[in-house]
């Protein structure tokens, strides 16, 4: 029997749950900053690197002056921007092997030819990592270092030492994205890379999976002079970002709102992962993955053996929706090491309910049988 | 005597007076969009080609499909992006001279040759524009053919004839930036280019100048398969634009706010513009200058035997902030043509009362002598 369209399972990208939206308080914030003098400063031109209080609350929360703080409307934009001054056509960027599938389209976009060196279940494969340092030169190296999208592995305190000496040594840029780093639903966090290796850090985030897609306000921190280079190709680029969404940030951080609203996410989501943890171990009892403990995403890499033939069009048909897993690998280190990607699936989890999520992989089990 | 600073003029770049700007109305609407089903919407992702029903409103007003709309986040990023669409680098892109300084970076960066060809009283010099495309074959013409920026010149209807058909006979496309035209406080509009070749139009307008800058919400409107392509771009580059502002910009126009704030922008920019006319007569009896019929620029090309020698330094000593000239115009079709580049003072007046306006242009007429 077909499923019913209600019926359906997504497990395509990262959204969050549409009820965690925080509609009234951010609709509270943005009448307080309108109807405030501070209303004139975000309804005209001018705060061109981002709206100057919250870059300031930003500075201190991350320990750094207002300058270092560029905030963007998103941060996949800023990444097209960072991509736009670091890279030549031709140029070598790193990632982690699977890695953000929009983050590998923007470094190709703007030139780059992008090698995956393979993830573990503690971070990249160090030791590949330094063999392809002796034969390339990237211009940066791209990483979700907590719960990372798509395979939701997190970085060990011991890679991330390793990363920072390598950095300093072969002379190229961490590029750590951290959008998921706050959601964290057990367990404690490893230092960031810019506390280790600050000159050679550039640090990405987002309010999209903290706040809200849809005000698409994303922030990069470095160094003093790059960010001002980078502001000045944002602003010849947009002018000036989006400001009202950002001073209803602000706003909402001002208001207490951020810390209330963060717990009650981890509230939501963390069944939500124990559900796909536990679901996964039912149903693929032999796989092994790596068990977030925060973020969005878990993934599973398929037994050779498994009936992963036209897959996604096969699960469409039983209400199940997939993402292409090829899409989230770049080029190999190797010739032929990523016959991998077909069978890699990633599985977002904060959106569906813990009963959605068990029929969804029951599905996928039944599928690959 | 030095002036005060209260008392310094700016005649730099095109800022709406800040009085003007509708904080509570836009409060307003702004509450109704989050607090209403809409702000679910607004708040997730989704809407990668701008806010669905402002869309289609837009779709409406200049009688073409939604999916013949694109919205982003100011027009100035859309500019990028059809520039990422259209240009290869070396291509040659052509300007009216002088154009929107801005708009000439943005070619630039992108990879083009700008060349600018001179601009008269009634728009883009149609003989020496042929005389250009016999030598050239530009991706594209940009041009802003209503109060011009910074030239404050509109392009006669049949100069717009003349242009419709040269894009259709040498296969180029037509940009039309009209952010100004409905600012217009007297007379009557020519026809737009795309009512003449749509095929070879794609028109980009915003509401920074007719709402507010702050929001950026900018667009443009093109055949449909250019639009689906440029889509595709914003996509991958910003995933999508930021829904609530245009949310609440498309909320503006279903209260009636839009045509009431239009209204009373004319009310308050049109003794403005009077004054500026009226001072520039006064004190350059002998000076040709376009006099517009709206918009925020009127400009001037001081005559050759002014001494223009360091005008803004001396300027700023005598509470006079002006706007570099030569930043407005790109390579001249003819070798030294452009020695008028120095010469020429763009002079925005929405920004400043009618008194400003007339000390300002004495203020720089003493210091021409």
Redesign the interface.
């Known amino acids: 029997m077909q499923p019913t369209v209600s019926d359906h399972i997504l497990f395509t ?1 990262g ?2 749950a ?1 009820e965690a ?4 308080l ?2 509270e914030c ?2 307080a900053v ?2 405030s003098p501070a ?8 705060h061109n690197g981002g709206y100057l209080p919250l870059r300031q609350l930003l500075g201190e929360q991350y320990g750094v002056s207002p300058d270092q703080v560029l905030i963007g ?2 941060s ?2 800023l990444q ?1 921007l960072i991509s736009a001054l670091l890279i030549q056509p031709g140029d070598i960027v790193f990632t982690e092997q699977p890695s953000y599938d ?1 983050a590998i ?2 470094f190709r ?1 703007r030139g780059a030819k992008v090698i995956g060196i393979p993830l573990e279940l503690d971070g990249i494969d160090t030791t590949q990592l330094e063999e392809a340092l002796t034969r390339y030169t990237p211009r940066f190296l791209y990483l979700v270092p907590d719960f990372q999208n798509p395979a939701g592995v997190t970085t060990s305190a011991e890679k991330r030492q390793k990363l920072a000496e390598l950095a300093q040594r072969y002379g190229f840029w961490l590029l750590e994205d951290i959008p998921y780093r706050q959601l964290r639903y057990s367990g404690s966090s490893a230092p960031l890379l810019r506390e280790l290796v600050p000159e050679r850090t550039l640090t990405i985030s987002s309010y999209s999976k903290l706040i ?5 306000v994303g922030y990069v921190i470095g160094p003093l002079d790059f960010i001002k280079q980078l502001t000045a190709l944002a602003e ?10 950002q001073a209803a940030v602000y706003e909402f951080h001002k208001r207490g709102h951020f810390e209330t609203n963060l717990e009650y996410l981890k509230r939501l989501y963390a069944p939500r992962l124990a559900a796909m943890i536990d679901a996964l171990k039912a149903s693929f009892p032999n796989v092994a993955f790596a068990e977030p403990e925060g973020g969005f995403f878990v993934s599973v890499t398929l037994p050779e053996n498994s009936n992963y033939h036209n897959l996604l069009i096969r699960a469409k048909e039983q209400g199940l929706t997939l993402t292409d897993g090829s899409a989230f690998f770049a080029s190999p280190l190797h010739e032929g090491a990523d016959s991998a990607s077909e069978r890699f699936v990633r599985l977002p989890f904060c959106a569906l309910t813990p009963e959605q999520i068990t029929t969804g992989i029951k599905r996928l089990a039944e599928l690959v049988r």
């Open positions: 990208r959204v969050p549409t939206l925080p509609t009234e951010l609709s943005m009448q309108l109807e209303g004139k400063t975000v309804l005209q031109y001018g409307n998103g996949l934009h097209d929009r389209k923007t976009r809200s897609p849809g005000l698409r010849d680029t947009i002018l000036a970002p989006v400001l009202p969404s």
